[in-house]
T-cell receptor, first 113, second 113 residues
Framework: DQQVKQNSPSLSVQEGRISILNCDYT??????FLWYKKYPAEGPTFLIS?????DKNEDGRFTVFLNKSAKHLSLHIVPSQPGDSAVYFC????????????FGKGTRLSVIA | GAGVSQSPSNKVTEKGKDVELRCDPI?????LYWYRQSLGQGLEFLIY????????KSGLPSDRFSAERTGGSVSTLTIQRTQQEDSAVYLC???????????FGDGTRLSIL
């Protein structure tokens, strides 16, 4: 039973355009969400997060949007750059719980020059 | 650097042998996690340690898998009587507390022949 779902295993975007990566969750207790980026042969690195008290968090080219009623979040990268090509993992946690982050299966983003 | 360090980076062994994977977390981080990523799959949670509490072993796939964390710092993940399906990248992460972003090591790529 996947509590965090990334339904698109891969995405290709032209350099300079917007990349939109989607994530859905089922557990209504989740109240903190994170995105991680992973290059081949490296561990995932933390990218950006959002608390459930917000619906948007922006950091440079990266913006995360949260729609609590739809249990949906998305990561927008604009403009996309070839160096953004990586696997992106969505993760969620309940701050009031006692369990670690739950990760999605990841979306492989390819930014084409 | 002061990141999470894992060793070895690569391990090739014969089916049926035991293997030990090591993780040095970031100094001062009380939470330590083990994940594995099989080919084409997402991050599969295995086990986590939080301070002096009993570890959450709910993700361990079989009783051939065990982990310990000595002195609240270094952790070893042991796989006994390895099987070919154990082949994966084993990732370790640490965080300052359970609900803070996790910092990952670069993983150990385990190949069972």
């Amino acid at each position: 039973d996947q509590q965090v779902k990334q339904n698109s295993p891969s995405l290709s975007v032209q350099e300079g355009r917007i990349s939109i990566l989607n994530c859905d969750y089922t557990n209504s207790m989740f109240d903190y969400f994170l995105w991680y980026k992973k290059y081949p042969a490296e561990g995932p690195t933390f990218l950006i997060s959002i608390s459930s008290i917000k619906d948007k968090n922006e950091d440079g080219r990266f913006t995360v949007f949260l729609n609590k009623s739809a249990k949906h979040l998305s990561l927008h990268i604009v403009p996309s750059q070839p160096g953004d090509s990586a696997v992106y993992f969505c993760a969620a946690i309940s701050n009031s719980g006692n369990t670690p982050l739950v990760f999605g299966k990841g979306t492989r983003l390819s930014v084409i020059a | 650097g002061a990141g999470v360090s894992q060793s070895p980076s690569n391990k090739v062994t014969e089916k049926g042998k035991d293997v030990e994977l090591r993780c040095d977390p970031i100094s001062g981080h009380t939470a330590l996690y083990w994940y594995r990523q099989s080919l084409g799959q997402g991050l599969e949670f295995l086990i986590y340690f939080q301070g002096n509490s009993a570890p959450d072993k709910s993700g361990l796939p079989s009783d051939r898998f065990s982990a310990e964390r000595t002195g609240g710092s270094v952790s070893t993940l042991t796989i006994q009587r390895t099987q070919q399906e154990d082949s994966a990248v084993y990732l370790c992460a640490s965080s300052s507390s359970l609900n803070q972003p996790q910092h990952f090591g670069d993983g150990t790529r385990l190949s069972i022949l």
